[in-house]
């Protein structure tokens, strides 16, 4: 196949797909364009991929950060308790509320990432 042929495609199918238009509609603009019917479907299936790729890359960033955020929150109810336990020694109700408060605010506060 003719290289600028290929580049075309894979130029005005990305650029097509980054505006929101479904594969269907993708195929017949660029089959408008006279770019054979195999060359438009491998190109198609290659854009695919490669989307879902990043999408997939994105989510699992997302969650990765989700996770050490949870961490952080969590550590922080535990050191918070080790410093109110030396602070008030007679006192086991607040370090234990404290690791308490902290996992129960890594747990149900969702983070704006």
Not at 71 to 77: C, D, E, H, L, P
Not at 94 to 99: A, D, F, R, Y
Request: charged share 25%.
């Amino acid at each position: 196949m003719d290289e600028g042929l290929k580049n075309k495609c894979y130029l005005e199918a990305m650029r097509l797909k980054k505006s929101g238009l479904d594969n269907e509609v993708i195929y017949a603009r660029l089959e408008k364009q006279g770019i054979p019917a195999e060359l438009i479907e491998r190109v198609l299936k290659n854009i695919t991929i490669q989307f879902t790729a990043e999408v997939v890359k994105e989510r699992r960033e997302y969650f990765e950060v989700q996770s050490n955020a949870r961490f952080i929150k969590a550590g922080a109810g535990v050191v918070l308790a080790i410093v109110s336990y030396f602070l008030f020694p007679d006192n086991l109700v607040v370090p234990i509320g404290c690791i308490l408060g902290g996992v129960a605010f890594a747990i149900f506060y969702r983070s704006k990432v």
